[in-house]
């Protein structure tokens, strides 16, 4: 009796506690390998029993370790590798199966595609990248050697090829860059019968289906059909009775944070993508909406500091360049700071508790700025900032400011008088604590907000330039004051 085929085994997927647990498990198997084999090598070093014995252990190893990688899905493989120094990274990315080559290196950082291009041959990079689809190549393309992006090109249909070479034209941070070409198209004259024969006929439906896109002969979009509309309607009804004309439409030269804005407020799961003539070239679908967000996300946080996006394990020479000039000028408005109090040195010399309070003017009014440079980047972010709301924003944010900075400076003249003995050091204090939290305000918002005016990203360094505005005018602002009242 013949048994029937058992079902292809499908990776299973961790969650992220669970993928912790597994690269844990991938290190102490490679620390244990490494161990072994460092013991074997010492002891019977010189010996070709010794060689066999180092082969046997390694081929051991190894086995346990692609055991382990093979059951896991390409998304876990990536974090895996993400997370692993440059030498391990490439001893696992040599046990992945080749089945999933492809589908990690679209998993992976940047970052860290890079390196694991490198590690592969010209025949190893064509066999992993010559079944993607081309919104995906193109993706890859970049990092590819050209050669084999031009060897792939050759074994892809003239519409794929064309596909390729207009989603490589895009900028990289526009929506045509993301956009994927795998979607369903059916005319609008036919009966809903004939669009259920149409799609069960397909191998399967492109991922994140929940509309089918109604064009005519020249792919002009007319409207849009939800598959649960197409479920629930008269197989009769033809599609044209039952479709939607009222639906959102990106164009590939939108920006892909706007998509990712539009896609958040209209709680889309895809989106058609349409060129100037009205013609219907592709979609992009919430997986791409959700990369675009992580990244920008991402992005800003490293741009706050200074930093740009970079391999965790990376070369101390590579992290210098990428670290050491936002550091460098740190240490330049420091010193302004620093350069600053120390034209007060009368001041401070004949009334000390001024050095241990002048910190916490500066420190408040730091940490008041960032939340106001937050909210402001945030907003910028979102498009919800335009000319006609700006000096309604910036007036609140001044008076919100002002009014926390009251509540707080209370207390913290409070805290000055009961250390100090000193009314009148209260008042300074109370006054000159206001004051630098609206100036952190003030440099929170227009920092952004010109940086964005000249087009450049308005995170980058943000964090930098406040810490030199408040520390400065809270320096100056707090001794100034003091040598104009108390001396």
Known sequence: MTQPAAAPV?????????????????????????????LVHRQE?????????????????????KALVDALHPADIAFILESLPKDERQTVWKLVSPEHDADVLLEVEDWVRESLIEAMDRQDLVAATGNMDADELADLAPDLPPDVVAEVQKGLTEEERAQLLEAMGYPEDSVGAIMDFEMVRVREDVTLEVVLRYLRRLHELPDHTDQVFVVDRQDKLQGVLPLSRL?????????????????????????????????????????????????????????DVVDVMREDSQEQALSRAGLQEEDIFAPVAMALRNRAPWLLFNLCTAATASFVASRFEDTVSHIVILAFLMSIVAGIGGNSGNQTMTMIIRALAMGRITGRNLWQLVKREMMVTFM????????????????????????????????????????????????ARFGKDPAIGSSVLLTFATDSLGFFIFLGLATVFLL
Request: net charge negative; glycine share 6%.
């Open 404 to 451: 926390v900075g009251l509540c707080g400076s209370v207390v913290a003249a409070l805290f000055a008088w009961a250390i100090s003995d000193s009314i009148a050091i209260a008042v300074v204090m109370m006054a000159s604590m206001i004051c630098n939290m609206l100036v952190g305000a003030s440099v929170g918002v227009l920092v952004p907000m010109v940086r």
């Open 231 to 287: 479920l629930v309607s008269e197989p009769e009804t033809e599609v044209h009775a039952v479709m939607s004309t009222d639906f959102l439409t990106l164009n590939p030269l939108d920006s892909d944070a706007d998509a990712a804005g539009a896609f958040e407020r209209y709680d889309l799961v895809s989106a058609p993508v349409m060129d100037d003539q009205g013609r219907l070239i592709g979609r992009v679908t919430i997986a």
């Open 45 to 65: 070093q010189g010996d070709d029993k010794a060689s066999l014995v180092e082969d046997l252990v390694h081929r051991q190893h190894e086995a346990e370790l």
């Open 10 to 38: 499908t990776p299973r997927r961790l969650d992220p506690e669970d993928a912790q647990h597994a690269l844990a498990e991938v290190q102490e198997r490679l620390r244990r390998q490494q161990l072994v084999e460092d």
